[in-house]
């Protein structure tokens, strides 16, 4: 099956600047990269994705770019705010099932 | 629309004991799947369905069984619960294949 990696773990950024968020998957049949915010006690919730068939996606100060070829996707959070903290996961498809990265804890430092 | 309602919120049980996780959509989805989220390790799929009277496994499927009898309905039971099976369980669900996933508020889950 799919297996998709995240890196870093946790990652501290200081208010106002830029956070990137890496995965890698291993299926090169996967062709739609979702990414989750998950605040403390609260369900996932989607907020951004990507499909195979598209390079980067922007979404306010929110950004996610795919390399098929490396099979690697990025999150780009830029001018960070504290409301940003939390824990972020990237998952990867190939239809029927999601495969989730392990998770970044993000703290965003006032 | 209420999106993906899941019960109970929290539940403790005894080892060797059974019960039901119920999650219910009003989205009209058909793809539905069950998680569950451990420290450390993410999200990882437990059984997953994509329509009424088909479900296939996940994961992580042992100690755990699902049925579709309905597009509304994805229960998920633990036949003997084992401490092991102590997590936080996300029942989800979408519209269909490549499509974003709803997920519910969660069931926190102690096995003693």
């Known amino acids: 099956g799919e297996n998709v990696e995240q890196h870093p773990s946790t990652l501290s950024v200081q208010e106002g600047d830029s956070a990137v968020i890496k995965c890698t998957y291993s299926d090169s049949a996967s062709n739609y990269f979702p990414w989750y915010k998950q605040e403390l006690g609260k369900r996932p919730q989607l907020i951004i994705d990507?499909?195979?068939?598209?390079g980067e996606k922007k979404d306010q100060r929110i950004a996610v770019t795919l390399n098929k070829t490396a099979k690697h996707f990025s999150l780009h959070i830029t001018e960070t705010q504290p409301e940003d903290s939390a824990v972020y996961f990237c998952a990867a498809t190939t239809g029927n099932q999601f495969y989730f990265g392990t998770g970044t804890s993000l703290t965003v430092i006032p | 629309n209420a999106g993906v309602t899941q019960t109970p919120k929290f539940q403790v049980l005894k080892t060797g004991q059974s019960m039901t996780l119920q999650c219910a959509q009003d989205?009209?989805?058909?793809?539905m799947s069950w998680y569950r989220q451990d420290p450390g390790m993410g999200l990882r799929l437990i059984h997953y369905s994509v329509g009424a009277g088909i479900t296939d496994q996940g994961e992580v499927p042992n100690g755990y069984n699902v049925s579709r009898s309905t597009t509304e309905d994805f229960p998920l039971r633990l036949l003997s619960a084992a401490p092991s099976q102590t997590s936080v369980y996300f029942c989800?669900?979408?519209?269909?294949?490549?499509?974003?996933?709803?997920f519910g508020d969660g069931t926190r889950l102690s096995i003693l």
């Open positions: 989800a669900s979408r519209f269909e294949i490549n499509q974003p996933q709803h």
């Open positions: 990507i499909r195979s068939n598209v």
């Open positions: 989205m009209n989805h058909e793809y």
